[in-house]
């Protein structure tokens, strides 16, 4: 039977350097990361969810506090992946593409929409994440936070862009200065092409 696996980093556990070190992401993929893909295993393990894609788990474990441990295990894989796929060596400041445009249209300016998205990663209280998400309809970009596990997959939104800010995603190298990893985040870490990609409905992730 097919398992949910743990895909790659998509590039050297030290490339992210000196922003996100080698020790953070040995840890926060291989351990943290892994973890949810162990425990995701064992919780479908001989019931109807085995075999299905990871994407039909979290839609089909979404608001059902009977599966609780499974969404949360499923869309913290999926997050995560998502999360590695957002951040690139050489990432970060304005966006070039298409996005570029419809950041504009949606925020008034990129400047407004750092403000907004570093506010979001900043308020959301305890662990959990912020996203950049299209409207699944019109494809207008807005702003969310999701506490813990919780994902925009499971709320109809399409993602684009994520930043984790459970504690374990920047611990080591900035101890408890959440703003800063967030400033950095956007300033030297932001996967532009991936962003353009999503919006674009390009196959471009290895979420799936
Ligand atoms: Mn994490």
Redesign the pocket.
Known sequence: MTTITLPALPYAYDALEPHISKETLEF?HDK?HQTYVTNLNNLIKGTDLEGKTLEEIIKASAGDASKAGIFNNAAQVWN?TFYWNSIAPNGGGKPTGAIAAKIDEAFGSYEKFAEEFANAATTQFGSGWAWLVADQVNGKLSITKTSNADTPLAHGQVAVLTI?V?E??YYIDYRNARPKYISTFLESLVNWDYANAKLAGQPAGVEK
């Open positions: 926060h943290h995560h984790d459970w374990h995603a």
